[in-house]
């Protein structure tokens, strides 16, 4: 699978985001070390706190599949404000729970989820 694959198929996921309240629409694809794929859209709530990023849905996508292996993860948002998007602190702890070295991709950047959120909480 490509970057640019990914990337596309994160742009797509955008595209079916439920976002009336910010208006802003993220996708995310998720590649499995195994090849397969999990993309994801952000799902808002009037309650804000029980919004839902892209990244951690497509996370809970693929544990409930069965994954736990990850190597890359596109983010995509559309619009403007898009431009540069980065995971929030909550989907930078989720993506290093499952591997310091999972590859985020951005539309202009491209990270190592460990670096995104070097001091992350850790069980061990």
Not at 11 to 19: P, T
Not at 43 to 61: D, I, T, W
Not at 66 to 88: Q, T
Not at 107 to 121: I, K, M, N, T, V
Request: contains cysteine; aromatic residues 8%; hydrophobic residues 45%.
């Amino acid at each position: 699978m490509t970057d640019r694959k990914l990337l596309a198929l994160a742009r797509a996921a955008a595209h079916r985001a439920y976002a009336p309240y910010s208006r802003f629409q993220v996708g995310a694809a998720l590649l499995a070390s195994d090849g397969s794929v999990f993309t994801a859209c952000n799902v808002e709530n009037s309650s804000y706190g029980l919004a839902m990023c892209a990244e951690r849905v497509a996370v809970g996508k693929a544990v409930s599949e069965g994954k736990r292996s990850f190597a890359a993860i596109a983010v995509v948002a559309l619009g403007k404000r898009g431009k540069r998007v980065r995971p929030c602190g909550a989907c930078r702890q989720v993506l290093a729970e499952f591997g310091a070295k999972i590859r985020v991709i951005c539309e202009d950047a491209e990270f190592e989820a460990g670096e995104l959120l070097p001091e992350r909480f850790r069980l061990k």
